[in-house]
C-alpha cells in the first residue's frame, strides 16, 4: 500500500465525528440522514465528511431505489492494521511480559505479608 | 454494569500525530506503577521476547532521565531514551522519548502521558504519545520498533503449533 493512501485513511480516521460515522457503519449500511441523525450537524455538513471518507476507500455510497446509503468497506482497515501490526506485537509481547512480572510481584508481595 | 477492564492491548490513532495505547493489567496500580518505571522491573519485561535488556536506567524525578538499551538477536542495538517530566506516583506520568539513533534523535522528542487507573484490584494504563510529525509518528507504527524478521519467524512457527 503507498504511503499516500496510508496518510489519506489516516487522516480521514483522525477526526471524531468520522470515527463515529465509520463506527456507526460498522453495524450497518445507513442514509446520510440516519448518519446526520446523533450529530448536531445539517446533511450537508455530514456530506463532506462522508466525502472525506470515500476518498480515502473507507465507505462506498450504492443506491438503492432512491435512496443513496452508505456502507463500510473494510479493505482499507484491514490494511491499516496489518500495516501497524509489528508495532502493536512489540507492545502486546511486552505487556505479556509485564503480566508475567506483576504476577511474580504479587507472589512475593504475598509472601512477605504473610 | 461496566465491562471488565480488557487485557487485549488495543491501539488507535486519535489524531495525525498520536498513538493512544490501552492495556489492562491484573494487579493494583501501585504494583503496575512500580513494575513499570522501575528498572529491576522493566528489564524483565521492555522488549521482545528475543532481545537482551543491555542496559536499564531511570530517574524517575520531575527532570530525571530514563534510557533503555536492547539487543536484539541480529545484534543490533536500539536504545530508547528520555526525560521525566511529571512523575505523580501511582496515577500519572510524563515524559519525552526519543530513538537515540541518527538521524531520528536530531528532531524534536515525542512526549508521553501514561495514566493508571484501578478499579476492581485491576488497573487500566493508557499510553498516550505525541510526535513531533505526522511523518515520524507513520515512520515508528509502520516500522515495527525498527525489529525485523527474527521475530515474525517465532510467530510463525507459534501459529503453526497451534494449528497442528
Partial sequence: MSTDRLSSIFSALADPTRRAIVARLASGEASVGELSQPFQMSKPGISKHLKVLERAGLIAKTREAQWRLCRLEAAPLREVADWMEPYRRFWDESFGRLDERLRQMKEEKEKKDV | ?164
Fill in chain 2, 1 to 164: 454494569m461496566s465491562n471488565p477492564a480488557s487485557s487485549t492491548l488495543k491501539v488507535t490513532t486519535p489524531s495525525d500525530r498520536e498513538i493512544l495505547m490501552t492495556r489492562a493489567f491484573d494487579a493494583p496500580r501501585d504494583l503496575v506503577f512500580e513494575a513499570w518505571t522501575k528498572p529491576e522491573h522493566v528489564r524483565h519485561w521492555w522488549g521482545w521476547r528475543s532481545s537482551t535488556m543491555v542496559h536499564c536506567e531511570a530517574e524517575v524525578r520531575p527532570g530525571g532521565s530514563w534510557r533503555y538499551v536492547t539487543r536484539e538477536e541480529n545484534g543490533v542495538e536500539v536504545p530508547f531514551t528520555g526525560v521525566y517530566q511529571e512523575v505523580t506516583p501511582p496515577e500519572r506520568l510524563v515524559h519525552t522519548e526519543i530513538y537515540d539513533v541518527e538521524p531520528f534523535n536530531s528532531g524534536d522528542p515525542a512526549v508521553t502521558t501514561v495514566t493508571f487507573h484501578e478499579e476492581d484490584g485491576r488497573t487500566t494504563v493508557t499510553v498516550t504519545t505525541i510526535y513531533p510529525t505526522k511523518e515520524v509518528r507513520d515512520m515508528v507504527l509502520g516500522s515495527g520498533m525498527e525489529v525485523g524478521a527474527a521475530e515474525s519467524y517465532d510467530r510463525l512457527a507459534e501459529r503453526l503449533a497451534s494449528l497442528v
